[in-house]
């Protein structure tokens, strides 16, 4: 009989028999023989009624911390102590009263997810002048072209070569620029960019001097040297910045592209007539050499050091933001992981114990991920064949392409549309031109806060947000320049007021893409999001480049505007309806 007590009682052997066994199944039965017990206490245990057994703590769920060996060995003598205590007390004064359970050990407090912290802001601050100057840059040449042709007499389809000559190597750099940008450095090769376009730019005029073929090499290089601009920037706001700004980090940014545009269309005539069209190009080409002492001093190799997310925070934030960590440190996660999965299974978890997550990596271990970015595999082990057929990167290269026809022709085509149809010469034709581009500023950082604003209250899912913007943003541009081309239909008919209204309206409502197929990329990989960009922005420009050049071969064979017009509203409906169709913002490649 007292070895059947001794069996039942509280803390039995190591195995559990009878009743004990049915305890061991339930989680109450401790897996640990419990400390000797004194002799005394024994003795008092053998005449005092079997205690019912005392469930132990529950093993650490799936993802807690574990309680250091030597805290639960102190936990087991203190509970054995406690027993034995109250079997003496007990003896001689009736049945002990039932020990309490005894309480689980509390949990380690669990690891905040970390967020980047506010260091981004130079980051995406400065990116967003670099791309303004690269706008000015390139769009000094849409308004000194028109003296530039005076002064060498060059047709139409001329200057449509000199304009598609940038493209050609702004394509060429998109291609690889994604890949150096994840595999050396995001502001590495961001700066050394901003450099290379800026000499081109400055050596301009001197090229246009010496002859055609050599402006147009010049033109070539200078594109290369800005192609890798925007490449650069999805790894930056990818790992600068938190998940729940990136889309308004972005559309911050394009628009600093667009405003760029307009300080060269208001300044360039001004710097014309003051100075000549060669200071256009000296003045704007020395704007990045200025640029590139802020970034090398106010902007960090790596992103900054991450700051703590409150145990509030949403879990879909912390889900994006273990999205968006660096590969580095989700391998270290998959070495968490791969601890965590030794632990008993969540079947055998007590419901009481909160599961904690991770805790943070030390900073030592955080120094090597911030160190490489993305770690890509080699350029061969690109999974390229998966890109080229998925659903959703064909409908983001379906909707950039559309993008890059009608951006690039009002770009390079918008000041001489002006003047050839209502007259006005350099300076007002390029005046005119800002209008478009400064509402555009305004829509494209709205739309940016819109999406977020959208998809972060959950009225709608990011899939749907990128649709409705990029179907609002292509569908309308169209619209206005079919009516456009319609106008011109009737000579005479268009007023100047009617032609600069519709030409902003085109532009404005096409800013709503920054939100919709320009901000995708995010969504469907992390450490791919840089090359997909490039990707996909060398073949917007490779059909921005054909669109410019067809332009003037059309205008110099017939002068129709209006077919310009409608071609553009065809390209930007074809992409509407391939993005639709096929778009998704869920993660596609990691």
């Not at 059947?4 to 009743?19: E, H, I, V």
Request: glycine share 10%; net charge neutral; proline share 9%.
């Amino acid at each position: 009989m007292a070895a059947a007590r001794w069996r039942s009682g509280s803390g039995g052997p190591a195995r559990c028999g009878g009743a004990g066994a049915a305890a061991r199944r339930a989680g109450a039965c401790g897996p640990r023989r419990p400390a000797r017990q004194p002799l005394l206490a024994l003795a008092g245990k053998l005449d005092a009624p079997a205690e019912p057994a005392v469930p132990q703590p529950a093993p650490a769920p799936h993802g807690a911390a574990r309680t250091p060996l030597p805290a639960a060995a102190a936990a087991g003598a203190a509970s054995a102590a406690a027993a034995a205590a109250a079997a003496v007390a007990g003896n001689g004064a009736g049945p002990a009263p039932a020990a309490p359970p005894a309480a689980p050990p509390a949990p380690a407090a669990p690891g905040a997810a970390a967020a980047p912290s506010t260091g981004w802001y130079a980051a995406v601050g400065l990116s967003a002048v670099a791309a303004l100057i690269c706008s000015v840059d390139r769009a000094a040449i849409s308004v000194a072209i028109l003296p530039m042709s005076e002064q060498y007499g060059w047709s139409d389809g001329t200057k449509g070569a000199i304009n598609s000559a940038f493209y050609i190597g702004y394509t060429l750099t998109n291609l690889v620029g994604g890949y150096l940008a994840s595999s050396l450095s995001a502001k590495g090769v961001l700066g050394a960019g901003v450099v290379v376009w800026s000499a081109f730019t400055i050596s301009t005029p001197a090229a246009a001097g010496a002859g055609l073929p050599l402006l147009l090499a010049n033109r070539a290089m200078m594109g290369a040297g800005e192609g890798v601009t925007f490449p650069c920037v999805q790894n930056i706001v990818k790992f600068w910045c938190p998940p729940d700004v990136r889309t308004r980090a972005l559309t911050l940014i394009y628009s600093g592209g667009q405003l760029g545009t307009i300080v060269a269309l208001v300044t360039a005539p001004l710097i014309i007539n003051a100075f000549g069209w060669p200071a256009v190009f000296e003045i704007f080409g020395s704007l990045g050499l200025v640029w590139i002492v802020f970034w090398q001093r106010l902007v960090s190799d790596t992103p900054p050091p991450p700051a703590p997310l409150g145990p509030a925070a949403p879990a879909k934030q912390q889900q994006q933001l273990a999205q968006g960590a660096p590969p580095a440190a989700a391998a270290a996660g998959g070495a968490v992981a791969q601890q965590q999965s030794q632990q008993p299974p969540q079947s055998q978890q007590s419901p009481q114990v909160q599961q904690p997550g991770p805790p943070p990596l030390p900073a030592a271990a955080a120094a090597p991920q911030q160190a490489s970015l993305t770690a890509l595999p080699r350029l061969r082990d690109i999974p390229w064949r998966s890109f080229f057929t998925n659903r959703a990167f064909l409908a983001i290269m379906m909707a950039h392409s559309a993008f890059g026809v009608g951006h690039y022709v009002c770009l390079s085509w918008l000041p001489t549309y002006y003047n050839q149809e209502f007259g006005v010469d350099v300076q007002q034709s390029a005046l005119l031109s800002v209008l478009p581009w400064f509402v555009t500023v305004l829509v494209s950082n709205s739309s940016g806060w819109v999406a977020d604003w959208l998809a972060n209250s959950g009225r709608l899912s990011m899939t749907n947000t990128r649709k409705l913007m990029q179907t609002a943003g292509a569908v309308g541009p169209a619209l206005c320049l079919l009516y456009l081309a319609l106008a011109h239909e009737d000579p005479g008919e268009l007023q100047m007021g009617e032609a600069v209204g519709l030409m902003t309206a085109t532009l404005s409502l096409g800013g709503l893409q920054s939100a919709g197929f320009a901000s995708n990329h995010q969504d469907l990989a992390s450490r791919y999001a840089a090359v997909l960009f490039g990707i996909t922005n060398a073949l917007s420009s490779l059909m921005g480049t054909l669109s410019v050049y067809a332009t003037g071969l059309v205008l110099d064979a017939s002068g129709s505007w209006e077919l310009v017009f409608e071609g553009v509203a065809v390209c930007y409906l074809l992409g509407a309806v391939g993005y639709a169709a096929l778009a998704s913002a869920e993660p596609q490649f990691e």
